[in-house]
């Protein structure tokens, strides 16, 4: 653990909270009052400091506008049924962002600004913290390369901020997947594994062509062979198969999602068997045709669980059987929910409570 840090603050004299309504948010559209900020140059990281939320000015010749440089996280503040405040599983979210953050080649970030200033935004801004059920304080840390060159070079000078939005219960449509056989986001040794910007603008095409077809999101498949299932475009995938929870393993070609692995976690205690292990889609088209597959679902920080309700291989569409309270991935959704908000023991020390 890195020393504590002094973070300086600059309240805003103008904070935007009185305007937004609470009852009706959309994902990621407004903003709190204040940003964390944080340069490197020259080898070491500057002094962070926090600043009412504004633009930034960049030179059009910053080398993340051309070489795409870039590394997000996506966690969630919580108020607990006490009045306190939590962040879910910090430490997760920091590694991920580490190994994302090293597979761009960008310098890592300290653990205490990182955590010290995740923890003193969150406090400063907990008012934006929705009181509604399922409400939530998205926030997004994020690096950027900011040198000033044209040439293909890893950058020498990065920014680093955090930024945060307000976000209302997720009531997430069911979803119509289709399993994507042309097209593909990641490959073995590429970055999939990281959460880099380029991912996420790759996968927009056949997204956008799936939602043409009448899908809400693809599948991907392994690039070698489109034989293996990998996971969603922003959520890992989960099936209960014959009575147990499989999802794809970790690989360097999806994302290890904190969501995905705090439900394998949690499913022994919730008497569910749980594997990791390569899912061809031929088997699940089989256990599909067969009524064997009873749920399966989305897995991500945004909407926790998405349930998935039919899924297209090869053009033939297969039904999800419904789904109620007692169906398991309702359940882990509404244990996690629990935990995060203090109504039951964070018995694996998941929340970081300011
Ligand atoms: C590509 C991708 N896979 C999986 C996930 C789920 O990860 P997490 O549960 O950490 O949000 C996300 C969301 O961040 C994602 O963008």
Not at 69 to 93: L, P, W, Y
């Amino acid at each position: 653990m890195t020393p504590p840090i002094d973070i300086p603050v600059g309240i805003t004299t103008h904070s935007r909270l009185s305007e937004i309504d609470f009852n009706n948010l959309e994902f990621g559209k407004h903003t709190a009052d204040h940003m964390l900020l944080a340069e490197y140059e020259n080898g070491a990281w500057g002094q962070p400091r926090i600043v009412p939320f504004g633009e930034i000015s960049l030179s059009p010749t910053s080398l993340v506008l051309h070489y795409a440089q870039t590394v997000f996280e996506g966690m969630k503040a919580f108020k607990m049924q006490d009045g306190n405040v939590s962040i879910f599983r910090v430490d997760k979210h920091y590694n991920r962002f580490l190994k994302s953050l090293e597979r761009m080649c960008m310098p890592a970030i300290p653990e205490n600004i990182f955590k010290e200033g995740l923890k003193k935004l969150v406090s400063i801004d907990k008012a934006w913290i929705p009181d509604t059920e399922g409400g939530a304080l998205y926030l997004r840390p994020f690096m950027i390369a900011t040198e000033q060159r044209l040439g293909v070079k890893v950058s020498d000078k990065y920014l680093f901020m955090i930024v945060s939005s307000p976000v209302g219960p997720y009531y997430a449509k069911p979803l119509n997947m289709k399993i994507e056989t042309e097209y593909v986001r990641a490959a073995e040794g590429g970055t999939g594994y990281a959460k880099c910007g380029g991912n996420y603008g790759a996968s927009f095409l056949p997204t956008q062509m799936a939602r043409q077809q009448g899908f809400d999101q693809v599948l991907w498949t392994d690039a070698k062979e489109h034989k293996y299932l990998d996971e969603a475009g922003t959520m890992n995938v989960m099936f209960v198969m014959d009575g147990v929870l499989a999802t794809p393993p970790l690989s360097t070609s999806i994302l290890d999602g904190v969501t995905r692995d705090s439900i394998l976690a949690l499913a022994p205690e919730m008497g569910m068997k749980a594997e990791q292990r390569r899912i061809t889609v031929e088997e699940l088209e089989t256990a599909l045709s067969e009524g064997r597959v009873s749920e399966a679902f989305g897995a991500g920080t945004a909407a926790v669980v998405a349930p998935i309700q039919s899924i297209s291989v090869n053009g033939k569409s297969y039904q999800l059987p419904s789904w109620n309270d007692d169906n398991f991935m309702i359940k882990v959704k509404n244990k996690l929910s629990d935990i995060r908000h203090g109504l039951v023991a964070d018995t694996k020390i998941w929340n970081t409570v300011i």
